[in-house]
């Protein structure tokens, strides 16, 4: 059985600076196989928009730990959608209080994963998804 | 003896290797005090080379200063939490910023929507530092500022603040952190590319001993390179090859050591096994004197103080059962006691989930004043000294430290591996085997991979609101500002501002101008930008 060849773009949202659990991610997407475009830190929702479709990728995922995830989720969605990336697998992670799921999961990402979540249920997570 | 295992034979006990990478043993005797190097640098508090404290009577004489960081919302939230913290008995503040104002935006910047105000306080002009700090004796409580890329316009503002409410400058004391470096490293509030960024450090640097003798305007952070990843011995190393790094860009102006050197201070994290903490602590403190007295020529004592603030860091907290960390904070506040800091800080048990409520906060507080009042820590300085352990494993923390810098040197210096991204890179590295290790149980924590409370759904964390009105207020008042200043007088402190930067002059007095004429930070930063231009993230792994 071959495995299936999984492109993912792993973006640092706003202006927050806490990298270390995106790079952790990163890694682990890595040992799992996946290519992983890492953005380094403070993407605008139009360059997470623009790199996602420049490079393809299948899995577009959000690390966001400072709090401003559904502002930034909120203009980053019509900017997939003009692309029409809305086929793609919508990640985000991070510091995400659990009365914001919910929205989260309303604004097209289909998976959340919080503080606390194992590396192995993203990887695990993604494969599934990505068909 | 030999601890190490022979082959063909089952040890008795497991071995066991610190975080640095030193094994410890289940007994220390003399000799592995002698074997380690002996008792040559532990010495007497107060002297050369200070492994047992800066200070001859320490907490004696006077207990450390206890400084939460707080900050949020507008300079007024911010003000009403700062008294509450002081009336509780804290004896100094360390301001939060919000994200706009640490990378040098203004609050009706694009960039800064829905960020004003929400991981702390929002600062724009003069004004709001007039109001955060109104009511506030800054001879009785000392204010620390968490600011690093925009560290050079946020110092002149407390300066500038100061000096008009009356303060003598020459006499005010404070912190600012500025330690650009480490936040390339970690934490990520850079602006400017890394040569302009040390210029900035250098310049503030320069112009406090000059002009705010007793202000620190550097608080060399080993913090958040712990954080990111770093083992103790790492996190200590890095940070003297970043203090080296400021120092030698001060002395390459000509500034003598002596002048500049009493007022450098340090960050340092605390989690994890208590005695290499502590061993961390009292190794670098000697290493750090060490340093300043032979490759600097330091002479002043103070020059070969390192003066610290030691804080239970949020790397050792956990968002699983949250009320576990209210004892870990207190585990962590023995450790900085018993390590001899100057200032002590607790991450609050809801850290891992948002700004720390008054409640929380204040359990944080009083975490230290029980160490202060109830538990005799105040009463003899560095009491560990002479255990045969902490003796060998200061010996030792000390040569790994030794070893981490001499490395880091060989392989082209700190300023090199940080602008290449390659230390970035290996605290990374470590910082995901951690993880692993921690979903796999190898590294225990307790409530994560240890006894956890899977049915217990009630985590008793209140969020700290976001409100969007404040970050509309906090606009109004930037624009109010921009209306009543004098408009001729900004554009010309900016366009010094600018010259300055291109001439390679010291900033500093340019910049304290323009935030005496309201000049905001955005509008300072931008001149800089485009004199500097900005830095580019290395992505590497």
């Known amino acids: ?131 | 003896m030999n601890d190490r295992a022979k082959p063909g034979v089952k040890p008795e006990v497991q071995p066991v290797v610190n975080e640095s990478g030193i094994a410890v043993k289940p007994l220390y005797t003399a000799e592995d005090v002698e074997t380690s190097g002996g008792d040559k640098m532990v010495g007497l508090p107060g002297e050369y080379p200070f492994t047992r404290g800066i200070h001859r009577l320490m907490y004696r004489k006077q207990p450390w200063t206890m400084r939460q960081y707080a900050g949020f919302g507008n300079p007024s939230e911010t003000n009403q939490r700062f008294k509450y913290l002081i009336s509780n008995g804290q004896t100094g503040l360390n301001v939060a910023f919000d994200l706009p104002t640490q990378i040098g935006l203004d609050s009706d910047d694009p960039l800064a929507e829905g960020e004003i105000g929400r991981v702390g306080m929002s600062v724009d002009t003069l004004r709001d530092f007039e109001l955060a700090f109104e009511g506030i004796d800054l001879d009785r409580i000392t204010v620390s500022l968490t600011i690093n890329g925009a560290a050079a316009i946020l110092i002149a503002m407390y300066l500038a603040m100061a000096e008009k409410r009356g303060y003598d400058v020459n006499k005010l004391r404070g912190t600012a952190q500025n330690d650009i470096l480490k936040e390339f490293i970690g934490r990520g509030t850079w602006i400017f590319p890394v040569e302009p960024s040390i210029r900035l450090v250098g310049d503030t640097i320069e112009y406090c001993a000059r002009h705010a003798p007793k202000y620190s305007p550097v608080s060399v952070c080993g913090y958040h390179i712990r954080e990111s990843g770093a083992t103790p011995a790492q996190e200590m190393a890095y940070a003297f090859c970043i203090a080296k790094a400021y120092a030698d860009e001060v002395t390459r102006r000509g500034l003598p050591v002596d002048e500049f050197a009493g007022r450098l201070s340090y960050n340092f994290n605390i989690f994890g096994n208590i005695f290499e903490q502590v061993c961390k602590f009292r190794a670098g403190r000697s290493l750090w004197a060490k340093i300043m007295k032979e490759e600097y020529g330091a002479e002043q004592p103070g020059s070969m103080w390192l003066r610290m603030i030691a804080a239970g860091g949020g790397g050792g907290l956990t968002f699983e059962q949250p009320e576990l960390n209210i004892v870990r904070g207190a585990y962590y506040a023995l450790i900085s006691a018993l390590s001899g800091t100057q200032t002590m800080a607790l991450c609050s048990y809801d850290e891992a989930y948002t700004i720390p409520t008054e409640y929380s906060a204040r359990i944080s507080l009083r975490t230290m004043q029980i160490l202060i009042e109830e538990m005799g820590l105040t009463e003899t300085v560095d009491p560990l000294a002479g255990s045969y352990y902490v003796e060998t494993m200061t010996n030792q923390m000390r040569d790994k430290m030794v070893e981490i810098m001499a490395e880091t040197d060989a392989q082209g210096g700190i300023v090199k591996l940080v602008s290449e991204g390659v230390i970035q890179a290996k605290v990374s590295a470590q910082a995901y085997r951690m993880q692993r290790d921690i979903e796999s149980g190898a590294f225990p924590k307790v409530g994560v991979n240890r006894y956890r409370n899977d049915s217990d759904e009630e985590h008793p964390v209140e969020f700290h609101p976001y409100r969007e009105e404040d970050a509309r207020r906090q606009v109004d008042n930037l624009n109010r500002v921009r209306a009543e200043r004098d408009a001729r007088e900004v554009a010309r402190c900016l366009a010094q501002v600018g010259a300055d930067a291109r001439s390679g002059a010291n900033l500093m007095p340019a910049i304290v101008a323009a935030v005496k004429a309201y000049a905001s930070v955005g509008e300072i930063t931008r001149e800089l930008v485009a004199v500097f231009g900005r830095y580019r993230e290395p992505i590497r792994f």
């Not at chain 1, 380094?40 to 490079?55: F, I, K, S």
């Not at chain 1, 919508?90 to 209080?97: A, D, K, M, S, V």
Request: net charge negative; aromatic share 6%.
């Open chain 1, 1 to 131: 059985m071959t495995q299936q060849h999984i492109k993912v773009l792993l973006a640092k949202p706003g202006l927050d600076g806490h990298d270390q659990g995106a790079k952790i991610v990163a890694r682990a997407m890595m040992d799992a196989g996946f290519e992983v475009i890492y953005t380094g830190l403070r993407q605008t929702p139009e360059a997470v928009a623009r790199t996602a479709l420049e490079e393809d990728v299948d899995v577009i995922a959000l690390s966001s730990m400072a709090g401003s995830h559904l502002p930034f989720c909120r203009k980053l969605k019509p900017l997939l959608e003009a692309d029409g990336l809305t086929d793609k697998l919508w990640l985000i992670g991070g510091n995400l209080p659990a009365q914001d799921h919910q929205a989260l999961s309303e604004l097209g990402f289909k998976g959340i994963f919080p503080t606390g979540s194992k590396l192995d249920a993203i990887v695990d997570f993604i494969r599934e998804q990505v068909k």
